[in-house]
């Protein structure tokens, strides 16, 4: 009897310490994913629940699991999307708008996160924090503004004095127009209008934005055949006076200081080149002064956008035409012509 007792507690410990090796290799043992008969994985719903801790939270925040996140490409697009993220106690806005941004296929660094008054949600702010109790939970990821010196309107309304001799009282307004105004205002705030929604967002700019002239003048029936003859007189006046001072035979070209520059400078004359040895004493001398000083005249006054280029003109066959005098000048004598032209 009593060895048959002895097998029996025996036997009792192993199970226990079966059951104990059993149990903790449940815990620590990595079990593989559940898959479908497709072979595709499953999840249990619990695994996706998030985990709210109440003792986390403070007695004046209100607990948010669920955050609405409404994102437009640009800020007068009609197009929007929306998408709801469950969120833990220690999500940051910033980790939110990684988040939003790798769904959306977007660059996180072209987009921000803003509450429906159009304030910018700080990265390390903890998105329990975000919201006032009667607030609704909803985000918007707009694309940044690029320079913006001035905060928008909406944030100057905000941050505006409410008591004292600065502050900004809102005009009353009826019952049923601040009904609408106040529908206006959040329909502009949560879709972000056409222009002309936005202007009827804010009351009475719409309407002074359409107004028309209010002090209409005629202007082709105040205009007098009398304006018109001295209109004229005075055009005609003004022709013969230029005209006037205008010397005969003298012509301003824009070229002319740039050649006479180049061409009429010692030590040696453009128009005065005769031979080879003369055109390089003006190309070695001339040129390079005039265009590789900087403090020289024709630097100091004009800008040489391109280059210089220099091109040898056909020249004609000496003859005893082109000598001037030619009824002095011997008969075995030629000369070249001094100026060449288009004949």
């Known amino acids: 009897g009593a060895l048959a007792t002895r097998d029996d507690e025996h ?22 994913p559940p898959v479908s008969e497709l ?24 607990p948010v699991d669920i955050v609405l996140i409404t994102h437009y490409r640009a800020a007068d697009s009609e197009f929007k999307y929306h998408l709801s993220y469950r969120i833990s106690a220690q999500t ?4 939110l708008r ?16 803003k509450d429906l008054s159009g304030s910018k ?3 390390d702010l903890r998105i329990q924090h975000c919201f006032s109790p009667t607030e609704e939970a909803h985000l918007l990821l707009a694309p940044k503004v690029a320079k913006q010196t001035a905060p928008d309107e909406q944030v100057l309304e905000g941050i505006r004095p409410k008591v004292g001799p600065k502050a900004v009282r809102p005009r009353r307004a009826p019952a049923a127009d601040h009904k609408a105004a106040g529908h206006h205002h959040h329909h502009h705030q949560t879709s972000h209008g056409t222009l002309a929604e936005q202007m009827q967002a804010k009351p009475g700019l719409f309407r002074w934005m359409t107004q028309r002239d209010k002090r209409l003048v005629g202007h082709l029936p105040r205009i007098w055949p009398t304006s018109i003859c001295i209109y004229f ?24 200081g740039i050649e006479s520059m180049l061409a009429d400078s010692a030590p040696q004359r453009f128009t005065a080149i005769r031979s080879p040895d003369e055109a390089w004493n003006w190309m070695l001398n001339v040129v390079p002064q005039q265009l590789f000083v900087e403090d020289s005249i024709l ?23 082109a000598c001037p005098m030619s009824e002095f000048v011997p008969a075995d004598v030629v000369c070249y012509d001094e100026v060449y032209d288009s004949r």
Request: net charge negative; charged share 25%; glycine share 6%.
């Open 11 to 32: 036997q009792q410990e192993l199970e226990q310490a079966r059951w104990f090796v059993e149990q903790r290799l449940l815990r620590e043992v990595p079990r593989p």
């Open 299 to 321: 630097r100091g006054q004009n800008y040489m956008p391109g280059f210089l280029r220099i091109q040898m003109q056909q020249v004609r066959p000496p003859s005893r035409d």
């Open 39 to 62: 072979g595709i994985r499953t999840f249990d719903e619990r695994d996706l629940m998030v985990e709210m801790v109440a003792e986390s939270f403070e007695g004046s925040v209100r």
């Open 233 to 256: 007189l005075l055009a005609v006046l003004t022709a013969s006076s230029m005209a006037s001072m205008l010397q005969p035979g003298l012509e301003y070209l824009a070229r002319l």
């Open 121 to 123: 949600v700080p990265d």
């Open 92 to 95: 940051t806005a910033g980790k």
């Open 98 to 113: 990684e988040d939003a941004c790798m769904y959306w296929g977007i660059s996180e660094v072209e987009y921000i996160l």
